[in-house]
Structures are given as structure tokens and as C-alpha cells.
């Protein structure tokens, strides 16, 4: 059993930095992957990052790319999201997830967490 639990999320002001943490909790972790996505009243969710558990390659939605940055500490099994230069754009419901596996062309994210809010002003 595999509970995520997401913190660090606040209101800031724009161009202002924000570090989100997604602890995992309940068993160990031996997923593949951690990933952050996020929710924006009115729209769908989106894809911000994904580190790899093992190499700890990273990857990244355009809109983040530059500045955003995922890590992970697999000793305490959290992820982190970094984020700097925030935009208005930015507000939103931040989730991580755990990537179980690829089912053919489609990522199986089995565990989510509650969600944590940033707002940007």
C-alpha cells in the first residue's frame, strides 16, 4: 500500500520560487518514475516533469523547461519540484505521481497524491 503525500505549495508573487515535496509513504518505493502534474481551474491536466529512478534523467514540459527542476532523494522517498520564475500561468493544483510502468505506447501512473495548491500573483 503506497500513499503520496505532496506539500510546499503557497501563493507567491510572480517571478517569485517555490519547492514542492512529494513524499511517499506506506511501503517502499519501487516505482520507475516520479512525475508532477498539474491542474488549472478550467483546464486539463498537464504533464510538468518526470525523473527517472534509477539514472535520475529528467524530463520536462516546454512551458517549465528552464525553469523547473525535478529531483529526488530516494533515501527519504520524496521528489521534489523546484520552481523559479513563476507566471500567473503556474497556478495551479500541483500532483506527484508514481510511474508503475509503460502498458504498450501508455505510462501506467498508479499512485497520486492529494494534491497541493500554488497560486501565482
Known amino acids: 500500500h503506497v500513499q503520496l503525500v505532496e506539500s510546499g505549495g503557497g501563493s507567491v508573487q510572480t517571478g517569485g520560487s517555490l519547492t514542492l515535496s512529494c513524499t511517499v509513504a506506506?511501503?517502499?518505493?519501487?516505482?520507475?518514475?516520479m512525475a508532477w502534474f498539474r491542474q488549472a481551474p478550467g483546464k486539463k491536466r498537464e504533464g510538468v516533469a518526470i525523473i527517472y529512478t534509477g539514472p535520475q534523467m529528467s524530463f520536462y514540459d516546454d512551458s517549465v523547461k528552464g525553469r523547473f527542476t525535478i529531483s529526488r532523494d530516494n533515501a527519504k522517498n520524496t521528489v521534489y519540484l523546484q520552481m523559479n520564475s513563476l507566471k500567473s500561468e503556474d497556478t495551479a493544483l500541483y500532483y506527484c505521481?508514481?510511474?508503475?510502468?509503460?502498458?504498450?505506447?501508455?505510462?501506467?501512473?498508479?499512485?497520486w497524491g492529494q494534491g497541493t495548491q500554488v497560486t501565482v500573483s
Open positions: 505521481a508514481t510511474l508503475a510502468r509503460w502498458v504498450g505506447l501508455n505510462p501506467d501512473f498508479e499512485y
Open positions: 506506506g511501503s517502499t518505493n519501487t516505482s520507475n518514475a
